[in-house]
């Protein structure tokens, strides 16, 4: 095999999310002359984003000075806020938590959004490349020096199909990893340097999102609806929104943490069922699903922060962690920790002293007065209600910090049974993943290798089949994992063409023997909107 091309910047940064390209933006707007670089695994920037999204414009204004008079393509101020508890039939409004008023916020589609940052970033002389994934981390000795973009053109048993290209090596004297909740390099990073061992686990979420045209008039345009409670029981977390924008559309969405537990529950058919609550379904009825997809959230917050620099390299936005979950918000923890990294390697082009400047920064001090709202969770939604309205009034100055706990170690056994779900016969579309996954527009070359690995398959049967049923089956909103037994044997099937890029099973496998790996650049999801 031939040397690989070598490409030199003074920074690269990982994922055109919003931390990478306010990083990006903000880095040649404080020195001109450095050399940025934005590497996007997605077709097109934004096309794999997926979020609520209702952000803060704070960071925005400090970022992009007078963005109002050319906002982004969705961009709705935000109107009332309604914060509900669902039961089968009914609904009760609840008082608005402080930490979610919205008050100056806008509603916008984060993918639409960070599409429409990535001009401002190339007109500031940021080169910008969509459609290459960075597969691998360079190291020189210890270090990280760069990435190593993935081959092109290699057929499922790693020969060379006609138009192979080789990846090329992008070297820089600093790497930022942006690519958001359990990006695949950032994973290997935290755990090669042991980021993470002075931090309790990560904690994680599945989020599922559908944008909705509907018939005139049911619409009003920033209006901001959450809910607890139904279709979930009281010992799981997660809840909705549904956000109003404008030209008729509304966008749904359902989240359920992934330390739900029971092996049984599949986190899509609950979305499809908070949607079958009268209120949801009048609202719904007649419209049509324009875009759908999925994604994970991190959640731990204060106490599962990792590390966040490295030697050669350093850690922003979700791939750090900075989701604010009380806040049912990130957008705005992204984009001031890529401009609090810009502004630290404008000063000095080496990830060292980051860590501590992030953690002494307004940015964990948000994290650090909410650290015990989202861990008060684990023991019910009422416990955690209260739980929530204690560390509120006291603005987090209690003297505890709740512990987190890993997501794929909560799991029951099967014999210790599940919880029981109320749930109804339903008419609304999708009727189930497989036709979710035609509204996410995902592709993938079927010639390409697996990018979704399960390491060790025998535990699929051997075990967790008896302990677990076979969770990968449920959890996972687009049917990649399938058991299968035929002539051939018993066995899970990956259906890896159908993969939304949502992580899900990365974090939940009850054996950690699921790895999710980058595929070729371009593949995937391509997200209107979302």
Same mark, same amino acid.
């Given at each position: 095999?031939?040397?690989?091309?070598?490409?030199?910047?003074?920074?690269?940064?990982?994922?055109?999310?919003?931390?990478?390209?306010?990083?990006?933006?903000?880095?040649?707007?404080?020195?001109?002359?450095l050399s940025v670089c934005v590497i996007e695994k997605s077709s097109e920037i934004g096309a794999h984003i997926l979020s609520g999204a209702v952000i803060e414009p704070q960071p925005l204004d400090e970022l992009i000075p007078g963005w109002r008079d050319d906002p982004p393509p969705i961009c709705v101020p935000a109107g009332r806020d309604e914060f509900l508890l669902f039961s089968k039939t009914g609904k009760r409004k609840l008082p608005t938590p402080p930490q979610q008023d919205n008050d100056g916020n806008y509603i916008v589609s984060l993918g639409a959004t960070c599409a429409w940052l990535a001009p401002k970033a190339e007109a500031l002389g940021v080169d910008l490349f969509p459609g290459f994934a960075a597969a691998e981390l360079a190291y020189d000795d210890e270090a990280v020096c760069g990435v190593i973009i993935g081959d092109m053109g290699v057929d499922r048993e790693g020969g060379e199909k006609d138009g192979y290209v080789q990846?090329?090596?992008?070297?820089?004297?600093?790497?930022? *990893?942006? !690519? #958001?909740?359990?990006?695949? &390099?950032?994973?290997?990073?935290?755990?090669?340097?042991? @980021?993470?061992? %002075?931090?309790?686990?990560?904690?994680?979420?599945?989020?599922?999102?559908?944008?909705w045209q509907l018939p005139a008039g049911r619409v009003e345009p920033g209006l901001i609806q959450h809910s607890v409670g139904w279709p979930l029981p009281k010992q799981l977390y997660g809840g909705s929104f549904v956000y109003?924008?404008?030209?008729?559309?509304?966008?749904?969405?359902?989240?359920?943490?992934?330390?739900?537990?029971?092996?049984?529950?599949?986190?899509?058919?609950?979305?499809?069922q908070f949607k079958h609550h009268p209120s949801m379904h009048a609202l719904l009825e007649g419209g049509e699903i324009l875009s759908a997809?999925?994604?994970? *959230?991190? !959640? #731990?917050?204060?106490?599962? &922060?990792?590390?966040?620099?490295?030697?050669?390299?350093? @850690?922003?936005? %979700?791939?750090?962690?900075?989701?604010?979950?009380?806040?049912?918000?990130?957008?705005?923890?992204?984009?001031?920790?890529?401009?609090?990294?810009?502004?630290?390697?404008?000063?000095?082009?080496?990830?060292?002293?980051?860590?501590?400047?992030?953690?002494?920064?307004?940015?964990?001090?948000?994290?650090?007065?909410?650290?015990?709202?989202?861990?008060?969770?684990?023991?019910?939604?009422?416990?955690?209600?209260?739980?929530?309205?204690?560390?509120?009034?006291?603005?987090?100055?209690?003297?505890?910090?709740?512990?987190?706990?890993?997501?794929?170690?909560?799991?029951?056994?099967?014999?210790?049974?599940?919880?029981?779900?109320?749930?109804?016969?339903?008419?609304?579309?999708?009727?189930d993943r497989l036709a979710s996954v035609y509204f996410a527009s995902t592709a993938h070359d079927e010639d390409q290798p697996v990018h979704l690995k399960i390491i060790e398959p025998d535990v699929c049967f051997s075990r967790c089949e008896a302990e677990f049923g076979n969770p990968c089956t449920r959890f996972c909103p687009a049917s990649v994992y399938e058991k299968v037994d035929d002539e051939n044997g018993k066995r899970i099937?990956?259906?890896?063409?159908?993969?939304?890029?949502?992580?899900?099973?990365?974090?939940a496998d009850p054996y950690q023997v699921i790895n999710w790996v980058t595929p070729e650049g371009g593949s995937g999801p391509n997200y209107s909107n979302l």
């Open positions: 095999m031939s040397e690989r091309e070598i490409m030199e910047y003074d920074v690269v940064v990982v994922g055109a999310g919003p931390a990478g390209l306010a990083c990006a933006i903000r880095l040649k707007q404080l020195n001109a002359d990846g090329i090596e992008i070297r820089a004297a600093v790497t930022v *990893l942006g !690519e #958001g909740c359990r990006g695949h &390099l950032s994973k290997r990073a935290i755990k090669k340097y042991g @980021l993470d061992r %002075d931090s309790d686990p990560q904690t994680y979420a599945i989020g599922m999102k559908e944008l109003h924008l404008d030209k008729d559309r509304v966008a749904v969405g359902f989240v359920c943490a992934l330390d739900y537990g029971d092996p049984r529950f599949t986190p899509f058919e609950a979305f499809q997809g999925a994604r994970a *959230l991190v !959640e #731990g917050g204060y106490q599962s &922060l990792p590390r966040m620099e490295m030697p050669g390299a350093l @850690l922003i936005g %979700d791939a750090a962690g900075l989701l604010n979950v009380p806040k049912i918000k990130g957008t705005h923890q992204a984009l001031r920790s890529g401009m609090l990294a810009a502004e630290h390697l404008a000063e000095r082009l080496d990830s060292k002293g980051f860590d501590a400047r992030l953690r002494d920064s307004v940015v964990v001090a948000e994290l650090k007065k909410v650290r015990n709202i989202r861990p008060g969770f684990q023991k019910g939604l009422w416990r955690g209600m209260t739980t929530a309205a204690i560390e509120t009034v006291t603005a987090g100055k209690l003297p505890r910090t709740l512990v987190n706990h890993a997501d794929h170690a909560q799991y029951r056994k099967l014999e210790q049974g599940g919880f029981d779900y109320d749930w109804v016969e339903r008419d609304l579309p999708p009727r099937q990956i259906n890896a063409a159908n993969c939304v890029h949502c992580k899900t099973c990365d974090i």
